[in-house]
């Protein structure tokens, strides 16, 4: 099996700034793309960034600028390095990975547990 687990959310006021890690493990042959998506209350879960194994990166507009996605492919973790947070950034965050575990023909998707980020005054 393969398990991602997140660290790093919690509370903190307009303009501060959190780092979540992402962590995977298990019987892991290659991981493609790694990524975090965020969910708040009512609304869908939307994509925030996305880092292939090459090191290419997308985000979504509301993030551009302040936020930045990175990975350390030999620990098999993805970072987001949330600068300038905003109110509207609270939301529950979600780590994932498109994981090919040995002994398989495809990759699939995982996902972690989700942490809450809040932001506040």
């Known amino acids: 099996q393969v398990q991602l687990v997140e660290s790093g959310g919690g509370l903190v006021q307009p303009g501060g700034s959190l780092r979540l890690s992402c962590a995977a493990s298990?019987?892991?042959?290659?991981?493609?793309?790694m990524g975090w998506y965020r969910q708040a209350p009512g609304k869908q879960r939307e994509l925030v960034a996305r880092i292939t194994s090459g090191g290419s990166t997308n985000y979504a507009d509301s993030v551009k600028g302040r936020f930045t996605i990175s990975r350390d492919n030999a620990a098999n973790t993805v970072y987001l390095q949330m600068n300038s947070l905003k109110p509207e950034d609270t939301a529950v965050y979600y780590c994932?990975?498109?994981?090919?575990?040995?002994?398989?023909?495809?990759?699939?998707?995982?996902w972690g547990q989700g942490t809450q980020v809040t932001v506040s005054s």
């Open positions: 298990g019987s892991i042959f290659s991981i493609n793309t």
């Open positions: 994932n990975a498109r994981v090919k575990k040995y002994g398989d023909s495809w990759s699939r998707e995982y």
